[in-house]
Antibody, heavy 126, light 107 residues
């Protein structure tokens, strides 16, 4: 059974930092790209970042570029999100998700997420 | 960035109804379109990827169609467990943006 368990959330002051972790089990971790999606309280889903299977390629939403860093440790079946210069707008439930790679119409995408963790809550408040 | 716009934002329907939700991309995304269902307090669930491919384990009453900029999610006969919020997401290029969501409520 595929499981993704996030940790590391909490309350942090504006301008502070936090490191989220996601531990994966039930599948061969280094066969898959991974990503983070967040959801502010009462709001919709926002794609945050993704990373390919070996960490050689990463992507970020404009809202976090330059402040957040995604990484992975395949030996530990773990995904990370280092979040710096946090602001109130970063308050959200952060989900770890496994990327589903599919090919369609002459190309391929890793933009779908087929398994999700339950999330870890980040609250930025003074 | 590619903007995704869903309509309607909310929808009331009855068990047994046929329901359609639409999603429009700000530029052509071919068939790189995904649909998710989210229930309160739960993580999203992938329903459809590549515009019309049903994710394993998802009931066949869910179907997707479209290409280019216009897409639809159809539920052929609503069941009580289908009342939830639905999101589209483009998988064409990062950032993989989501639509704002469509809340499907019981009439």
């Amino acid at each position: 059974e595929v499981q993704l368990v996030e940790s590391g959330g909490g309350v942090v002051r504006p301008g502070g930092s936090l490191r989220l972790s996601c531990t994966a089990s039930g599948f061969t971790f280094d066969d898959y790209g991974m990503g983070w999606v967040r959801q502010a309280p009462g709001k919709g889903l926002e794609w945050v970042s993704d990373i390919n299977w070996n960490g050689g390629s990463t992507g970020y939403a404009d809202s976090v570029k330059g402040r957040f860093t995604i990484s992975r440790d395949n030996a530990k079946n773990s995904l990370y999100l280092q979040m710096d210069s946090l602001g109130a707008e970063d308050t959200a439930l952060y989900h770890c998700a496994r990327a589903l790679r599919y090919c369609s119409a002459g190309g391929c995408s890793s933009g779908a997420s087929d398994y999700w963790g339950q999330g870890t809550l980040v609250t930025v408040s003074s | 960035d590619i903007q995704m716009t869903q309509s309607p934002s909310s929808l009331s329907a009855s068990v047994g109804d046929r329901v359609t939700i639409t999603c429009r991309a700000s530029q052509s995304i071919s068939t790189y379109l995904n649909w998710y269902q989210q229930k309160p307090g739960k993580a999203p669930k992938l329903l459809i990827y590549a515009a019309f491919s049903l994710q394993s384990g998802v009931p066949s009453r869910f179907s997707g169609s479209g290409s280019g900029t216009d897409f639809t999610l159809t539920i052929s006969s609503l069941q009580p467990e289908d009342f939830a919020t639905y999101y589209c997401q483009q998988g064409y290029s990062t950032p993989y943006t989501f639509g704002q969501g469509t809340k499907l409520e019981i009439k």
